[in-house]
């Protein structure tokens, strides 16, 4: 059956310094299934150039070579592609099997690419390796068989699509004449077994093993003739038809893995040194989010869960109402106010009955207390016998104070103060139920008042001297001295203290204030933040170098592969199978590389917390989740972005070339 025909072929290479060169000239001839067709000519006579026209590796030429009645030349580059897979079958002179596959893997590679089951792939590629005498080979890699064997599997993987043509370029070029009997036996079969094969060939010994002779002269065919018959085989093996589909993506990264694995050393290093990036990025954040939560459980925890604190304003003087610099009288008015606020005093910070009952009103407040806080310094004093002390802070009690931080005795009940126990100590050893005299500046006017001491207490974060007594003693003492206690905070009590943290936000929308030590640590949480993901950003600047690294790895990668790839292209792999194979590469690059610097961050986590653990008693590395996954994505897409470009080189690779290489 006629199934290829060559039409007036003419080949002109463009040569790099202008010229042309014309390779092939007016060729024409037609070929039948069942022929073993010679090709035989002088080295550079334009043999390799007409097999690579004919198997499709390169569309530009002049005339026409139809395979089943369709110009090659007219083929999509998909078309181009089935017909690698399905069509053609190429046998080399140098083999040029894939180093890193055994050989089934070998031999199914044209399988692989078109997306044939696993199972129908090893059982074809087991069957067609016994048939070419290596059956006991099946897992060897090609480095470890003879030039024979290598060029039996390369038999073998021609034959896997059941194509209908195999080009055989020098097939026995580099053996011995012992396996190239061998060899030629094998080709001879095919041929018997209804395939068209075209041989290129040095030998005329070789020729003379064929059903016909085609001699190329300096790019002419000068004869073509007719140099005997090949019995059919009696019994053809029938093979199930199979459909070439386009590779899956799963094949592509298992042939990455493959690859990598080959270059484990190499690969191991580039994600080692891309995986030190990595664990700083992740390290300086959970740094950051160690050291902060630190200091917010230390300012949490000796206050009750489920009391928030509310002022009229912020005890923190606003950065950005500065006045300016040559508004004096404005200057002063601030700075009252920054006062009034820290002290406490003033009217602005009196809550008003309208504001206690909005406070009132937000959801989960199960109780509100009113509360006076008032710092001063010099005005205020406490005295017991000849022992003077001064008050710096003089607050009312509230379910703020914990039982836990009460050292001795109770809280204060009526006519009673709780003193903080640095000032208790100062007065007496066992002050706890004696009675002490306060001298308070209510308004400019100096008051004395006798309270018995209930207690006393200790506030972490807090040395100032404390006296603490009970709201409507205070205000008492107030009305006994004609003034109205206004409270000046106010304490909110909810039942379930999950509920806090939506109290605390409202309260702000409302817009009144929380405690100092919130507006505090808000403000050092917000620097650590900050802090920690400018550092996480300079950390980043490393990555820029392992990006570059994975870069130029994968470069010399596909200069190493560049046979290889042209193997592939001679295959039917199309150039996103073959862009896909390389970004495959990067992507388990940057996998590794992201789950390794995990690792290290966990394992220097590890270490650094079990030091400030037992120095501190507290850990200062603090890694979530979603570090995790932010370390590993940020790996994946750098090395990724770093393959784009090694992979694009590797798809644009010309085959012809590619294969010509050395
Ligand atoms: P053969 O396989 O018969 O030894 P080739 O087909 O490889 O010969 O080459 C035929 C002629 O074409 C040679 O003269 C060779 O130098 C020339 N040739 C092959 N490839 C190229 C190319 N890419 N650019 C220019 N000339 C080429
Ligand atoms: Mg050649």
């Excluded at 900050?530 to 994975?550: E, T």
């Excluded at 979603?626 to 992979?647: E, H, K």
Aim: with cysteine.
């Amino acid at each position: 059956m006629e199934i290829l025909k060559l039409k007036n072929v003419v080949k002109i290479y463009k040569l790099a310094g202008g010229g042309t060169f014309e390779a092939l000239k007016n060729i024409n001839a037609t070929f039948s299934t069942g022929e073993l067709v010679s090709i035989v000519g002088e080295s550079g006579s334009g043999k390799s150039t007409l097999m690579n026209l004919i198997g499709g590796l390169d569309s530009d030429f002049e005339g026409e070579i139809s395979y089943r009645g369709k110009n090659l030349r007219d083929y999509t580059a998909q078309e181009l592609a089935d017909y690698h897979k399905k069509s053609i079958g190429f046998i080399f002179q140098n083999f040029n099997l894939i180093p890193h596959l055994n050989l089934i893997d070998n031999v199914a590679l044209a399988m692989t690419l078109s997306n044939i089951d696993k199972e129908t792939r090893v059982k074809r590629a087991k069957e067609l390796l016994e048939k070419v005498g290596l059956k006991d080979h099946l897992y060897k890699k090609p480095g470890q068989i003879s030039g024979g064997q290598k060029q039996r599997v390369a038999i073998a993987r021609a034959l896997i699509n059941d194509p209908d043509v195999i080009i055989a370029d020098e097939p026995t070029g580099a053996l011995d004449a012992e396996t190239t009997d061998n060899v030629l036996a094998l080709i001879k079969e095919i041929a018997q077994s209804g395939k068209l094969v075209l041989m290129v060939t040095h030998s005329d010994r070789v020729a003379a093993h064929c059903t016909r002779v085609l001699r190329i002269d300096n790019g002419k065919l000068v004869s073509d003739e007719v140099t005997g018959k090949l019995e059919p085989l009696a019994t053809k093996v029938k093979y199930n038809a199979i459909k070439v589909k386009n590779m899956s993506l799963f094949n592509a990264i298992r042939l990455a893995f493959l690859n990598m694995k080959a270059k484990l050393g190499r690969n191991t290093l580039v994600a080692f040194g891309t995986s030190i990036g990595i664990m700083a990025v992740v390290l300086m954040l959970s740094i950051g989010r160690g050291v902060t939560t630190y200091i917010k459980d230390t300012m949490n925890s000796y206050t009750d869960p489920n009391v928030t604190e509310v002022h009229r304003q912020s005890m923190m003087p606003d950065p950005a109402k500065q006045p300016a610099m040559d508004d004096h009288a404005e200057i002063s008015r601030i700075q009252q106010n920054n006062m009034a606020a820290l002290t406490g005093s003033g009217t602005d910070n009196d809550f008003t009955t309208k504001d206690i009952t909005k406070l009132k009103a937000i959801k989960h407040v199960d109780r509100l207390e009113r509360g006076y806080s008032t710092l001063s310094l010099g005005t205020n004093s406490v005295s017991y016998g000849d022992k003077n002390a001064m008050i710096m802070t003089l607050q009312t009690m509230s379910s703020n104070i914990t039982k836990s931080s009460i050292v001795s005795g109770n809280a204060p009940k009526k006519d009673e103060v709780l003193l903080d126990k640095g000032t208790a100590d100062l007065l007496a050893k066992n002050i706890v139920g004696k009675e002490v005299t306060f001298k308070l500046t209510i308004d400019g006017k100096q008051i004395e008042q006798k309270l018995k001491v209930s207690g006393t207490y200790e506030q972490q974060g807090s040395n100032f001297s404390t006296a603490i007594v009970r709201y409507s003693d205070l205000k008492d003492i107030f009305a006994q001295n004609g003034q109205t206690l206004k409270p000046n905070v106010v304490y909110l009590y909810t039942k379930n203290k999950n509920n806090t943290e939506k109290i605390k936000n409202e309260v702000k929308k409302l817009g009144f204030s929380g405690s100092m030590q919130e507006t505090m640590t808000e403000m050092f949480t917000q620097m650590m933040d900050v802090i920690s993901y400018v550092l996480a950003a300079i950390a980043a600047v490393s990555l820029v170098v392992s990006a570059i690294m994975i870069l130029v790895v994968l470069n010399i990668s596909v200069v190493e592969r560049t046979k290889e790839i042209g193997v592939l292209k001679a295959l039917g792999a199309r150039r996103k199978d073959i862009r896909r194979i390389f970004v495959s590469e990067a992507f388990l690059i940057g996998l590794s590389s992201g789950m390794l610097g995990v690792v290290l961050t966990w394992v220097l986590q590890v270490l650094v917390n079990h030091f400030t653990i037992a120095q501190f008693e507290v850990p200062v590395v603090m890694m979530t989740t979603n570090y995790i996954l932010t370390g590993i994505m940020i790996s994946v897409v750098i090395s990724m972005l770093a393959g784009l470009l090694p992979a694009d080189r590797a798809s644009k690779l010309d085959p012809v070339e590619a294969l010509r290489k050395e």
